[in-house]
């Protein structure tokens, strides 16, 4: 007879966060805890996720203070899904402090998360933290692309700025040049993976 694993209960908790039963993927996850299920971070992370999107951060800090009493350490993607959940609902302070636990604990942002933030930055017209995190990310070996750019150009145009797209090209070019990458950005972000996706405004 076939039992199914957490990886079975992975993929089912996710399929209902995705089409918005997340109190029903909730309670899987409690039918599992009492059945003595050894949960890993996805199936804390799918539900996280989930209640972020719909801006119920009380139910995704519960979920999260949980996954801490069952000893499943948060990763990078369970914090993405959070601040994503914060500038979703344009609450970028607390995405912030978020931000700054994350990189105490050792953890380490990739990409995805620094645009996140860099996007709810620029959201406000932030554009002197917004460049900060692109200089951190550099500094840790992660590079600017398409998604960072267009970041950049909404929040400039949140500035009322004349020329938004070549004023964030300069802006990022000095950013570059700051640490020695001399590069004409245009056909640098040509070459950057990514370059057909958009940001929501």
């Not at 912030?96 to 604990?105: G, S, T």
Request: charged share 20%; net charge negative; proline share 3%.
């Amino acid at each position: 007879m076939f039992s199914p694993d957490i990886v079975t209960y992975n993929t089912l908790i996710h399929s209902l966060v995705t089409r918005g039963f997340v109190i029903e993927a909730k309670e899987i996850l409690f039918e599992l805890i009492k059945r003595g299920f050894s949960l890993d971070v996805v199936t804390f992370t799918n539900l996280i996720d989930g209640f972020s999107k719909k801006g119920n951060f009380e139910e995704a800090f519960f979920v999260w203070f949980y996954m801490s009493e069952h000893d499943v350490k948060p990763d990078v993607v369970t914090c993405s899904a959070l601040l994503n959940g914060y500038c979703r609902e344009r609450r970028i302070e607390e995405a912030n402090v978020l931000f700054h636990k994350m990189l105490n604990i050792g953890l380490r942002p990739d990409l995805i998360l620094y645009n996140t933030l860099i996007h709810g930055h620029c959201s406000f017209g932030s554009m002197d933290d917004a460049c900060t995190l692109i200089s951190m990310m550099i500094e840790h070996g992660i590079f600017p692309n398409n998604i960072t750019h267009q970041a950049l150009v909404l929040g400039f145009r949140k500035k009322r700025v004349m020329n938004p797209v070549e004023t964030a090209n300069l802006k990022l070019q000095q950013i570059l040049l700051k640490y020695g990458i001399h590069v004409d950005v245009d056909e640098y972000l040509r070459e950057q993976p990514g370059s057909c996706k958009q940001l929501p405004a």
